[in-house]
């Protein structure tokens, strides 16, 4: 697998959880539970999905195109 094989696979991974916990809190907050147990939990979850991506995008090194020399 190539690099940017890698990056999608891990990456969409990542998206795929974010995405899941933000509808999960989304669904809580159209029930109009913002409080308790459950949303905590589902914030905590949709707050460690977010850093997760972010640092995974942060962590990141790019190739830049080689220049020639200039």
């Not at 995405?19 to 707050?47: C, F, N, Y």
Request: glycine content about 2%; cysteine-free; hydrophobic content about 35%.
């Amino acid at each position: 697998m190539t690099t940017t094989d890698d990056f999608r696979f891990h990456a969409h991974e990542l998206i795929v959880d974010l995405d899941a916990a933000t509808t999960e809190m989304m669904k809580l907050i159209s029930a109009h539970q913002l409080s308790g147990p459950e949303w905590e939990r589902v914030t905590q979850w949709q707050h460690e999905a977010y850093e997760r991506w972010m640092n995974y995008l942060n962590a990141r090194t790019y190739e830049t195109p080689d220049n020639n020399g200039q």
